[in-house]
């Protein structure tokens, strides 16, 4: 293996997957032409779908014309043009054909993940003859998956589906989704929605009984939405949308599994639609939590960084119960989630909707922003980006106590969707069940799946679904999983993983269960994290510790264990800026920002956009 190159070599590049990180890849190296025009020459892209610049997500093969894109254009990161825009030029018939009839287009409403889908193809084209106007070579390679990738002597031989090689002298793993557990039809369970063309009924045919879901997430109501759609018909009556359910199927039913029996917050008004980094503190503020081991504490972030910017939030919201609770100095950042959960906690969540319908619309129809959402998804847009100064302890607190309350606060269900969940409540057609899904041995028998539901008494009720989806986003990646293993076994990615504050107290109360999720060198002790480790600018980190100069990832879900608040299209867009940004500090100031802190913050400093 060579361990480490000490210079990028630009000429030769190949991106693994075209899909939106991929596309905002491309739209960076277009802006910054002027300096990579003379370094690089040629760039290949891989894509396994016949279309590219689509992405998995936004494809009419695997989403359904009733799914929504759960953002707005004012929310989405600049390409070519904004959405709503290229919305604009497109003529009734085409945007019908997208499930868009409400005219004009609005820049913050929320439209078709289909026609999402459509603008970026749109975009990728206009990028890439944008690219090859200024004398670089473009290779568009569809329906062509990359099955390996293997190092030789400093370049990287990709290897695609048709045992082809090819080589080059930097490959920029982009490739998005990956949905590899086992699906089992033949008892009705589905381990993902994806392509939901697998759940729609045959035509002629329909789902004369209760349809199970773990999860009530945005994923979850894909489903729902594509369902319901099936089986019955919406009609507005006095303004108010109405399910009615089709004769032919008066037992359809969906019944949402979460555990903690939330359904998301709604979509809510925003002052600042795109985030920044350093918004509410400076770069030298945070640089100031770092303690002599070089680990910055999540307490100490929340209480220097983010009480100041959450009290000002609450204080605009004319929360001030809450703002009282965080001028305590004993009251901890667990305290405000279990606070504000508490907040999303109603005996029925649907009539909780009812309720919270009414101040979302408010902010929507009046331009009200709700200031505490924002500021917090702010703050741990913020933490996600330097989550490698924290230590094992912190990532475990944030993984178990705050990042399935982020999700369903910052996760915000379209007020379209709401009003669909809401009819088919009304109906009598939808049920949320709170309590932990757990499945037997015998789980996936003949004709339906097995679940057992167990609720926070420890109380367990078995139910059986002849059609169970798993909504619950995809698992945690496993070096093992690692898509490319020739990558592996040669030693040129490693396992993420992170040191912990205070090793000899783990260590004093280590038990053969805690060592699994350990990497143990000679004496020491690391916490595994989700997927593979890399730098601050996105350059993979082999065995011996040393970063990859040819040899990139910005795939969520490898890199989701040091990036673990990365998701949806402003992480898209943020992650390809920070590797353009970094190949051109190489190339211009020749240094690699992503070895240390002091570097990588400056440039979230001072490149806009981040």
């Not at 904004?82 to 820049?107: V, Y």
């Not at 269960?513 to 350990?518: A, F, I, N, P």
Request: proline share 4%; charged share 25%; glycine share 6%.
């Amino acid at each position: 293996m060579n361990i480490q190159k000490s210079k990028t070599n630009f000429s030769n590049i190949a991106i693994i997957g075209s899909g939106p990180t991929g596309l905002y890849l491309l739209q960076y190296i277009w802006e910054h032409i002027d300096v990579l025009a003379s370094e690089i020459k040629e760039i290949t892209i891989f894509e396994k779908e016949d279309i590219l610049g689509m992405g998995m997500p936004y494809h009419p093969k695997t989403t359904d014309i009733y799914n929504l894109a759960n953002i707005s254009s004012e929310e989405i990161p600049l390409l070519q043009e904004s959405f709503g825009n290229w919305l604009r030029k497109q003529d009734a018939d085409f945007l019908k054909k997208l499930n868009i009839t409400d005219l004009p287009i609005d820049d913050s409403e929320v439209y078709s993940r289909v026609s999402l889908g459509h603008y970026f193809v749109a975009q990728f084209k206009q990028i890439v003859s944008l690219l090859e106007s200024k004398g670089i070579k473009i290779v568009q390679k569809a329906n062509c998956e990359v099955s390996d990738i293997r190092e030789d002597e400093g370049k990287l031989t990709v290897t695609d589906c048709n045992n082809e090689n090819h080589q080059f002298s930097t490959v920029v793993i982009a490739n998005g989704h990956e949905w590899n557990n086992e699906d089992h039809p033949a008892s009705g369970y589905y381990a993902s929605p994806w392509p939901i063309h697998k759940l729609i009924p045959k035509t002629g045919e329909t789902y004369d009984f209760p349809v199970g879901t773990l999860g009530a997430s945005l994923s979850a109501f894909d489903v729902v939405t594509s369902l319901a759609h099936r089986h019955g018909t919406f009609v507005k009556e006095n303004l108010k949308l109405i399910f009615r359910k089709n004769p032919s199927n008066p037992n359809f039913k969906i019944v949402l599994h979460s555990a903690e029996g939330w359904l998301p917050h709604l979509q809510y008004e925003q002052k600042e639609p795109i985030r920044e980094i350093y918004r509410h503190f400076s770069r030298s503020q945070l640089l100031d939590l770092i303690d002599d081991d070089g680990f910055m504490r999540i307490e100490t972030f929340f209480d220097r960084l983010c009480r100041p910017a959450l009290i000002e939030a609450f204080s605009k919201d004319r929360l001030t119960h809450v703002v009282d609770q965080l001028k305590k100095p004993d009251f901890t950042f667990k305290d405000l989630v279990s606070l504000m959960a508490e907040k999303h906690e109603y005996v029925d969540s649907f009539e909780g909707m009812k309720k919270e319908m009414i101040t979302a619309r408010n902010s929507v129809v009046h331009n009200i922003p709700i200031y505490w959402m924002e500021t917090l998804d702010d703050l741990m847009y913020s933490l996600n980006y330097h989550a490698e100064l924290l230590p094992a302890e912190d990532h475990q607190f944030f993984h178990k106590e705050i990042m399935s309350f982020l999700m369903n606060v910052i996760a915000a269900l379209p007020l379209q969707s709401a009003e669909i969940l809401l009819a088919l409540y009304d109906a009598n057609c939808i049920e949320l069940k709170a309590g932990f899904v757990h499945f037997p041995e015998d789980a996936f028998s003949e004709g339906y799946t097995k679940i057992i539901l167990e609720n926070e008494n420890g109380d367990k009720e078995k139910i059986d679904y002849q059609l169970f989806v798993n909504c619950g986003g995809g698992q945690k990646l496993e070096l093992k999983d690692f898509p490319f293993q020739t990558l592996v076994k040669q030693g040129v990615v490693k396992a993420a993983a992170v040191n912990f504050a205070d090793e000899k107290e783990y260590k004093d109360n280590l038990t053969e269960d805690k060592k699994k999720g350990l990497e143990i060198l000679d004496d020491r002790i690391a916490l595994k994290l989700s997927g593979i480790q890399i730098d601050s600018s996105y350059r993979t980190i082999n065995s011996q510790g040393l970063p990859n100069n040819f040899l990139y990832d910005i795939n969520f879900t490898h890199t989701n264990g040091l990036r673990p608040y990365s998701y949806g299209l402003q992480a898209c867009s943020a992650t390809s800026l920070i590797l353009v940004e970094s190949w051109i500090a190489e190339i211009v100031d020749h240094k690699n920002v992503g070895e240390e802190i002091e570097t990588i913050t400056k440039l979230y400093k001072d490149i806009e956009g981040l």
